[in-house]
């Protein structure tokens, strides 16, 4: 089976610095993307990570471990609008751009 | 920036009936998919659509759904006969071309409550 797992929520605080962790097992590999979702909205794009190491986008990086299965988002600075649903997502090589999404971590940023 | 867009926003239907949801991807853009997701649950892959015919599908796009692109801009989903459990909200998407580089764009989304 394909398992991609997030944590369900997570709180931060606005300002700080949230790390938000996904791991994957699946039946091969051809990128990881991460998604920001707002409630009853489509899922946007973030980033996207196929080789190892950090991508850095603004306030947001994005960092791929294939070896171990791994990635996470990084927010820095947090602002009240990244209060979203943040979504990991795999393609697999052998499913061609079909996106393998993970439940989805639901942040809360307080003031 | 170019969008997906997607009508109706909302839809509701009886139980058995057919519906059709309906896309217009980004205009340069190939290849066409359909997601759902169902309320609290993750979003879940159900087709892909490139050169006018399926090129995947989950398990999910059973006999009851089709896609079809009938004109040069519109890319639909039908769904045969709804089921209570096909509620969800349904998200189109779509993609420049094949390669590890592009990204998906999705569009709005349409709300379907089966009653």
């Known amino acids: 089976g394909q398992n991609i797992d997030q944590p369900t929520e997570m709180t931060a605080t606005e300002g700080a610095i949230v790390q938000i962790n996904c791991t994957y097992q699946t039946s091969g590999f051809n990128g990881l993307f991460w998604y920001q979702q707002h409630a009853g909205e489509a899922p946007t794009f973030l980033s996207y990570n196929v080789l190892d190491g950090l991508e850095e986008k603004g306030r947001f990086s994005s960092f791929l471990s294939r070896s171990k299965g791994y990635s996470y988002l990084l927010l820095k600075e947090l602002q009240m609008k990244d209060s979203a649903s943040y979504l990991c997502?795999?393609?697999?090589?052998?499913?061609?751009?079909?996106?393998?999404f993970g439940g989805g971590t639901r942040l809360m940023v307080k003031p | 920036e170019p969008e997906v867009t997607q009508t109706p926003s909302h839809q509701v239907t009886q139980m058995g009936q057919e519906v059709i949801l309906r896309c217009v991807p980004i205009?340069?853009?190939?290849?066409f998919y359909w997601y759902r997701q169902i309320l609290g649950q993750k979003v879940e892959f159900l087709v892909s659509?490139?050169?006018?015919?399926?090129?995947?599908k989950s398990e999910i796009f059973d006999d009851q759904f089709s896609v079809e692109r009938p004109d040069g801009s519109n890319f639909t989903l039908k769904i045969r006969s709804t089921k209570l459990e096909d509620s969800a909200m349904y998200f189109c998407?779509?993609?420049?071309?094949?390669?590890?580089?592009?990204?998906?764009?999705f569009g709005s989304g349409t709300q379907l409550s089966v009653l």
């Open positions: 997502a795999v393609r697999r090589d052998n499913a061609g751009n079909m996106l393998t």
């Open positions: 659509f490139y050169n006018n015919e399926i090129s995947e």
């Open positions: 205009s340069n853009h190939l290849y």
């Open positions: 998407a779509s993609q420049r071309l094949r390669g590890p580089n592009e990204k998906l764009f």
